[in-house]
């Protein structure tokens, strides 16, 4: 009996040390994972991620963050002056999570880390490997142009995403030959072109580039041509609500180019781009375009050297701003990273990875309080000064103090409180009545979504869509008119009374020193005289 016991002792004591042995293995190939290529590209989507959440909350809502949530609240097929998705992505913001600043733009901060899963993504297709993996996603971590765009609502934070999609995509296509891709493609290209227009200039330069080079002949596939019948099945509701509505997209580029742009030279445009990227990472970006141009490694996929070729000459041709080329840079960072990675190990001098490495990073930590709200007002406003970041001009009109992705973050609170104040002011049948007409959508935007917590009603503009929403039901016995010129207020009302006036020191010029009205005596009704102050731009 204590013979058959000792060996049931020795049975579980076997039993017990493979289950720990399992457990170590588990662990150990945990641990392994940690090393490989996909875990380098997922920790420095997190640290992107992480930092957006850290930093996000800071200064104010954006402008165009307080418009894209009113047309969240009117979502439609189409706005004015940009695609519908965005107004998606708003309105389901604030049911999911509320309507604080981190829970606008949580999604923008998820999207920096989708940008550099899909560039390590890319520098895999083209043959990269660790380091190549580390110095494209450095490069996009600390990337100015990413760093603002990313930290707020907007359009902009989600088209690299697409955009990039789109490049994985197709070099995916031309490694493993497998044509049924074509239809992925189509179906991120479709929802590419609701985020922002933009995406069909994209796709424009795309096919062209195809053409000219040996990758013609993925032309000749079907599965290519049901794609761009896919993408176009899915724009097509907006195209559809564009023309009901006299394509008033073109309209206000055509508006916003002749009043608002800061017009560059072609010059000027190209020697800019190098601040978008950073000057030190720009050189990684070249030398990403002379491996698609130039290089033999790289003739397989010539096409998007020429894509970015042909998206440049749109830009300046139709003189777009010059961030409108940032959503491809993430695809020159990933080339350009498996480059030098070449080089730096066919000439056995592992010592130049950490020289490419450290100026990058040093040069990204300098610019960073520049592209994301890190200090004080005081100081951010010194440091840009320093840095004359006013030679980057974007919009004719000046900034003030602060950059103009920050002036246009200051004071709308403030502004609500205002309005609110004036219209406490107003008697109790007035108030029942009264209008709040907005000079622009920034004014309204803010009014909508601060004011109701003030007892304030919703907002009406002659500016961009929030002309379509019209007058309401409001006649116009008693209007709160808030940042309009006397000389459109005077042939509509015969008594214009001064009740208050906004400043903030920090906001751009246009929102500083702002009056705010209250007209009576209509000369008109507002169905009536609405057409007068339409205003897209």
Same mark, same amino acid.
């Given at each position: 009996?204590?013979?058959?016991?000792?060996?049931?002792?020795?049975?579980?004591?076997?039993?017990?040390? !493979?289950?720990?042995?399992?457990?170590?293995?588990?662990?150990?190939?945990?641990?392994? @994972?940690?090393?490989? +290529?996909?875990?380098?590209?997922?920790? %420095?989507?997190?640290?992107?991620?992480?930092?957006?959440?850290?930093?996000?909350?800071?200064?104010?809502?954006?402008?165009? $963050?307080?418009?894209?949530?009113?047309? !969240?609240?009117?979502?439609? &097929?189409?706005?004015?002056?940009?695609?519908?998705?965005?107004?998606? *992505?708003?309105?389901?913001?604030?049911?999911?999570?509320?309507?604080?600043?981190?829970?606008?733009? %949580?999604?923008?901060?998820?999207?920096?880390?989708? =940008? *550099?899963?899909?560039?390590?993504?890319?520098?895999?297709?083209?043959?990269?490997?660790?380091?190549?993996?580390?110095?494209?996603? #450095?490069?996009?971590?600390?990337?100015?142009?990413?760093? #603002?765009?990313?930290?707020?609502?907007?359009?902009?934070?989600?088209?690299?995403?697409?955009?990039?999609?789109?490049?994985?995509?197709?070099?995916?296509?031309?490694?493993?030959?497998?044509?049924?891709? @074509?239809?992925?493609?189509?179906?991120?290209?479709?929802? !590419?072109?609701?985020?922002?227009?933009?995406?069909?200039?994209?796709?424009?330069?795309?096919?062209?580039?195809?053409?000219?080079?040996?990758?013609?002949?993925?032309?000749?596939?079907?599965?290519?041509?049901?794609?761009?019948?896919?993408?176009?099945?899915?724009?097509?509701?907006?195209?559809?609500?564009?023309?009901?509505?006299?394509?008033?997209?073109?309209?206000?580029?055509?508006?916003?180019?002749?009043?608002?742009?800061?017009?560059?030279?072609?010059?000027?445009?190209?020697?800019?781009?190098? %601040?978008?990227?950073?000057?030190?990472?720009?050189?990684?970006?070249?030398?990403?375009?002379? %491996?698609?141009?130039?290089?033999?490694?790289?003739?397989?996929?010539?096409?998007?050297?020429?894509?970015?070729?042909?998206?440049?000459?749109?830009?300046?041709?139709?003189?777009?701003?010059?961030?409108?080329?940032?959503?491809?840079?993430?695809?020159?960072?990933?080339?350009?990273?498996?480059?030098?990675?070449? &080089?730096?190990?066919?000439?056995?001098?592992?010592?130049?990875?950490?020289?490419?490495?450290?100026?990058?990073?040093?040069?990204?930590?300098?610019?960073?309080?520049?592209?994301?709200?890190?200090?004080?007002?005081?100081?951010?406003?010194?440091?840009? =000064?320093?840095? +004359?970041?006013?030679?980057?001009?974007?919009?004719?009109?000046?900034?003030? =103090?602060?950059?103009?992705?920050?002036? +246009?973050?200051?004071?709308?609170?403030?502004?609500?409180? #205002?309005?609110?104040?004036?219209?406490?002011?107003?008697?109790?049948?007035?108030?029942?009545?009264?209008?709040?007409?907005?000079?622009?959508?920034?004014?309204?935007?803010?009014?909508?979504?601060? !004011?109701?917590?003030?007892?304030?009603?919703?907002?009406?503009?002659?500016?961009?869509?929030?002309?379509? @929403?019209?007058?309401?039901?409001?006649?116009? $016995?008693?209007?709160?008119?808030?940042?309009?010129?006397?000389?459109?207020?005077?042939?509509?009302?015969? $008594?214009?009374?001064?009740?208050?006036?906004?400043?903030?020191?920090?906001?751009?010029? $246009?929102?500083?020193?702002?009056?705010?009205? *209250?007209?009576?005596?209509?000369?008109?009704?507002?169905?009536?005289? &609405?057409?007068?102050?339409?205003?897209?731009?």
């Amino acid at each position: 009996m204590d013979f058959i016991r000792t060996e049931k002792r020795e049975a579980v004591v076997q039993e017990e040390a !493979g289950a720990l042995e399992s457990v170590r293995a588990v662990s150990l190939d945990r641990w392994k @994972w940690l090393e490989t +290529d996909e875990a380098v590209a997922v920790c %420095f989507a997190a640290a992107a991620c992480l930092v957006h959440l850290l930093w996000n909350g800071r200064y104010g809502y954006f402008r165009d $963050e307080l418009y894209y949530a009113a047309c !969240g609240q009117h979502l439609a &097929w189409g706005y004015v002056d940009h695609a519908p998705l965005i107004a998606v *992505i708003a309105q389901f913001s604030r049911l999911l999570f509320g309507d604080s600043l981190r829970a606008l733009r %949580f999604f923008p901060a998820l999207s920096s880390g989708a =940008k *550099i899963l899909l560039t390590a993504w890319i520098v895999r297709e083209l043959g990269g490997r660790r380091y190549a993996q580390i110095l494209a996603a #450095t490069a996009m971590l600390l990337c100015p142009i990413y760093l #603002t765009m990313d930290n707020f609502l907007s359009m902009n934070a989600f088209e690299p995403v697409f955009w990039m999609a789109l490049v994985a995509i197709s070099l995916r296509i031309i490694r493993t030959r497998n044509d049924r891709l @074509w239809l992925l493609f189509g179906l991120v290209a479709g929802i !590419g072109i609701l985020n922002k227009h933009s995406t069909l200039m994209f796709g424009l330069a795309f096919v062209v580039a195809m053409t000219v080079t040996r990758q013609r002949a993925l032309l000749r596939t079907p599965w290519i041509w049901l794609a761009a019948c896919i993408a176009f099945l899915i724009f097509l509701p907006n195209f559809l609500w564009e023309m009901r509505n006299r394509l008033p997209t073109v309209e206000i580029l055509r508006n916003v180019d002749r009043m608002k742009n800061a017009h560059v030279t072609w010059a000027q445009f190209i020697v800019q781009q190098a %601040f978008l990227v950073h000057p030190v990472a720009a050189p990684i970006c070249i030398v990403g375009l002379w %491996f698609f141009l130039r290089s033999r490694r790289g003739e397989a996929f010539r096409f998007l050297g020429w894509t970015y070729c042909l998206l440049l000459a749109e830009f300046l041709i139709l003189r777009g701003r010059i961030y409108y080329l940032a959503p491809i840079y993430p695809m020159l960072f990933a080339a350009g990273a498996v480059a030098i990675e070449r &080089w730096v190990e066919s000439y056995g001098r592992n010592w130049l990875k950490a020289a490419v490495l450290t100026p990058l990073v040093f040069g990204g930590l300098v610019a960073a309080p520049l592209a994301l709200p890190i200090l004080p007002l005081d100081a951010a406003a010194a440091y840009a =000064k320093f840095w +004359d970041v006013d030679r980057v001009q974007v919009e004719k009109e000046p900034s003030g =103090k602060l950059p103009q992705m920050y002036a +246009d973050m200051m004071g709308w609170p403030q502004q609500v409180e #205002t309005v609110a104040s004036v219209f406490r002011s107003l008697t109790a049948n007035d108030q029942s009545q009264v209008a709040i007409l907005a000079k622009n959508y920034g004014q309204a935007g803010a009014i909508d979504y601060f !004011g109701p917590a003030l007892g304030l009603p919703h907002a009406i503009s002659g500016h961009n869509n929030y002309y379509l @929403w019209g007058p309401r039901q409001y006649s116009g $016995e008693v209007v709160i008119a808030v940042g309009m010129p006397l000389e459109v207020l005077k042939p509509i009302f015969d $008594e214009i009374d001064l009740a208050a006036t906004i400043n903030n020191e920090y906001a751009i010029p $246009e929102e500083n020193n702002l009056p705010v009205y *209250i007209c009576r005596k209509p000369k008109m009704t507002l169905q009536q005289a &609405w057409p007068r102050l339409k205003f897209y731009g």
